[in-house]
């Protein structure tokens, strides 16, 4: 069955630079979320879209912002990269926000 | 104090052992619960999805929901090393505003 697909798996960036995490969701599935999870920490809700609109908000920082695309695809674009951005990125989809999310493998950025 | 508390471990059994893991929780409007286990490096992966109080069983798993206590449970019977990962707790509000709120995580050893 096809999955949550991210891109990158892995990305180095440089304090200041700009990174774009690409999230392809579950066919059908018509709510994206983004998610962030420091080492040794909890996955920590950014931002969802629901049919292409954003739906709802967490803790995502000013620096970051995100949209879907009519292809249902996702990007989170995050600007001025600081050394504290470095973790994992998880994108996640369902179909209607009452079942449990699925999760992709997620983007490792790392910050130097 | 977080919403959501969940002992982080590591909690160490032998093989074939049942395990029990728990969270805590103090928001009283969370009505979806779920569990997620998590491979080092890896994407949340859903195992369980409770709507009311009660046990739900699938296979080897098992999830309990006691809503009056707020307090929710995962056992793992006939427990193998394969299960070793960390296991995270998530809750959901009605309609999903805020995303899921999830437990720190528990890591699990499961010792041949």
């Known amino acids: 069955a ?52 954003q739906s ?57 | 104090q977080k919403e959501v508390e969940q002992d982080p471990g590591p909690l160490s059994v032998p093989e074939g052992a049942i395990v029990s893991l728990n969270c805590t929780y103090s928001n009283s409007a969370f009505q979806y619960f779920m569990w997620y286990r998590q491979y080092s490096r890896k994407g949340p992966e859903l195992l369980m999805y409770t709507y009311s109080s009660g046990n739900k069983e699938d296979g080897r798993f098992t999830a309990q929901v006691d809503k009056s206590s707020k307090y929710i449970s995962l056992f793992i019977r006939d427990s193998q090393p394969s299960d070793s990962a960390t296991y995270l707790c998530a809750m959901m509000v009605e309609g999903g505003a805020d995303g899921l709120t999830f437990g720190k995580g528990t890591h699990l050893i499961i010792q041949p």
């Open chain 1, 2 to 53: 096809a999955g949550v697909i991210q891109s990158p798996r892995h990305l180095i960036k440089e304090k200041r630079e700009t990174a774009t995490l690409k999230c392809y969701p579950i066919p059908r599935h018509d709510t994206v979320y983004w998610y962030q999870q420091g080492p040794g920490q909890d996955p920590q809700f950014l931002i969802s879209f629901y049919e292409k609109m």
């Open chain 1, 56 to 112: 709802d908000k967490g803790s995502i920082p000013d620096r970051f912002s995100a949209q879907q695309f009519s292809d249902y695809h996702s990007e989170l674009n995050m600007s001025s990269l600081e050394l504290g951005d470095s973790a994992l990125y998880f994108c996640a989809s369902s179909r209607r926000a009452l079942y449990g999310y699925t999760f992709g493998s997620g983007t490792r950025l790392t910050v130097v």
